[in-house]
């Protein structure tokens, strides 16, 4: 009979199986154990500054990676990653969270333990609420089995679990071998069929054919049955600002970023025009609709998701998103007519000047300078908005929590970023409101050597709700984010104002390796993108009427 | 009949009410309209850069001022404070968390608003697990009803409060006027007299009675009585840690903090050896009861706090806890001879020499130099350890989350306390792991002209967790913590090595007011107090005893 693993090193071994390489966090007293055995295990521990710079690395990493961890201790800790894991939730990223926890023998007669909340399940059921799964290991002869089904449950529903780990039970083996059961959803293939039969007459038979393509498309990794799809069937794809990047956006296929009214005209009417709307994979959001101004005619749609498959008005339970893609990709779709929908490339955006740069020309500079190692991540608010129109290279990434729009997240995400895949170096656009939560993540950039290159668009205070309401507690006080690297004992940082100092800065950044750079470019408070200008109009609009 | 007020301006009134005077938090479009109405209110908004600065400032603020509130914005606002809402929750502070949220004519069809995790009740669900009262505000004829609800439970159990304010109600009248109408709990007054009958009688009879005071005495404003009590019944006090500095240190009754086996002999024996040991708001956690270590006979206790009163082996329902001690401090109570158990004086710590500083040295260069208007905040870990024996003079105050110990706490925590009581100026003791995580939030110690002193014990990594179990992970990157002022354009920072250096540095931010001073203190690794020596031991023991 062979011996069980303990319950620690086999939920390090199961965190290999689905491709876990780093596992983020900070350790605590009662997770001190387990983090003894990840540090003489494969998988590597990054220490952060703070535990949510954890989750946001995480949850950059799981979107990149396929899967990703944080590791933290009870309540301190892992109540500090809530506000990250629900973005991974509300976003689709496939987050484990593990929290050690005070040992089963320690909770005898209901002791106040430090960190305790009021009850030792407190933490659990918290994580219940924006998890898919979560279990207490409290059960060495059940633990093993509680472990696969929670891995399992994070890879199918692309969603965060919560695993906790009481702290004596971390070096405890089952007294029975234990055999990895992965307990699959059936789907019915006769449904799929039929789901197909019915998605390939309607797509065939349309004039306008258009897809939409949203992040569950990357999600489930189907990127490259997206590119085989749209170039079988020569259907146009448009995406939306969370599904940005699921195809490369030099394709001749590609549209461009679909957000209603929000959004550029030409994508719109191509959209709501499209007499069949393929819809893969979408989230449909408030942003991502433009906030409700996208007009979707349903009955026109195809919609297919990890959650439903629907055609007009009905819908196919019991059919799976993946193998829904797979089968449409390699279904008998007849070739459309190129209909020259792509955008006009844009015209060059000329030499640097010495006069002060706007936002606008800030992100045409980006936009002809960003490279194919390059993955752009964002931040929340007018960085988001401007970044709709970057053209993301092919074999790029952007990655951006345009759903949850959680502030703060994107210096930690680099880290995540450039750990999931060392080939890619991260672009950073992030507000000064949003550095100033987290941009001290910088730490763990210098900790591990990495070299993301951070734009901060400095216009003292929260520009974005400048434009839905104005007022003295929109102002934030200014940072000399420049001299950051002074405090953290490496990094180059610049200030610029003008044209000519960020190209300048922006060759230096490129050229200087293998440590952080730092742009921090001074804006005028009510300077803005277009989309911006649109958005907060719309968005005041909504406020002043839900009076 | 008069006009009823709006439900945002009567929850600021109510507000007002219990003292409030300043509210902490970061806007967001969710609650964009309250932030209008709190901008024309005579609350004051203060503005952090992170909402976990606000929670830990409110949680503060709430300690010295009776009452705190925390407003933020949904979701992302909320779920960032869950943590230091929870540590509140643990320490029995009362915190008013207010939250934004979409309008309920915007939750029509259950669309996928930004910032939603879930449900649109997901964020609620969550706080009921960590808040003595929760409320939406989703119907104008009730709101006035719930808002006196929360406070009045936060005002009477001391703890956190849920106030969620739908953004399409703030401007909204009921259509009925209302009364307040606050329900207190009942209580029988010949419960009262029989409970103090009997512990007159055991105090009156003992030979060696005790108090062992702790932090609900502060809570519940009895600090006075406290002193009051021992003053009439020359019974002397001891404190816990959680409850320190509940009475003067210099008070000539003042036995010194115990802490079980981890604190000082002499006030474990006097402790444990009283024929009556009469515990007042005591917490019984493992921190204050020295990791388990307390060896305490209920058979010889008399136990008052908020949620229970018994003495020896059997509870009175139904009494107050402040109507106990009020009455208990008026009763025929006995003057007991004095003990002289009270702490020897310390040796004076004499000059400071050129030699590098040791943690014991510097913790009584501080406590020789603080003076009455100082307030000391304290993070966790080593410099929490190493106030145990820091002497709070009269009037002074003393601020740790020392049964939650949730680290970054000190900093933040700073602005509530001088915000609180403007006449304190706060010595912020902070290691350099607990100052990366909220230590930035200086900045607004800037943007509000405060002038806190933050001593860094800057031992390059966690040290109390070195004491349990030491590996890589346990070491940090070190910061140049002195030079944050050049970032922040205000301030004063100094790095010092050697005792003079301190010293200098001490007194030269003792001089420098209006503008915060940081002295970031060079320790060796695994340099310590006594306590922590003995702590650290322990908790390394449970940490084996567990497996």
Redesign the interface.
Known sequence: MATSPTIGSYLIRRLQDYGVRHIFGI???YV??F??QL?NSPLK?I?T??E?GAGFAADAYARINGMGAVCVTY??GG??V??AV??A??EKSPVVVISGSP?M??RIDD????????SFS?QK??FE??TVASAVLDDPDTALARIDECLAACWQHKRPVYIELP??L??VRPRYPHRAVTRERQFDPRALKEAIGEAVARLNRAKRPVILADVEVHRFGLAEELRALTERSNIPVAVTILGKSVISELHPNYLGIYEGAMGRAEVRAAVEDADCLLMLGT??????LGI?TAELDHGRAIEATSELISISRHRYDRVDFAQFVHALTRAKLRRHRSRNLAPAPKPPVGEPRDCAITVTRLFDFIDERLSEDMAVVCDVGLCLFGAIDLVIHRKTEFIAPA??????FAVPASIGVALANPRLRPVVLVGDGAF???G?EL??V??QGLDPIIIVLNNHG?T??RF??D????D??????E??P????SGWGRAVRSEREFTEAWATACAYRGRFSLIAVELEPFDHCPALGRLGER?AR??SQ??
């Not at 002791?111 to 009021?118: C, F, G, N, S």
């Not at 007022?471 to 929109?474: D, I, L, Q, V």
């Not at 002074?486 to 004992?489: D, N, S, V």
Request: charged share 20%.
């Open positions: 350790p605590g007293d001190l154990g983090y003894d540090q521990v220490g500054t703070k949510d309540c301190v109540l500090s809530a506000n629900a973005g939730y509300a040992g023998r320690e002791p106040l333990l430090h960190h305790k909340v009021r407190t059921e918290i609420k924006i702290r004596d971390v070096d989230v449909l959001s408030d942003v991502n409700f759903y949850y729009t959680s502030m703060g100033q939560m987290t001290m730490s763990t210098v900790a929260y974005t709700e839905i309401k007022g003295p507690y929109n934030i006080l200014n940072w000399r984010f001299r950051i002074e405090i953290l004992g968005m909504n406020l839900s009076k």
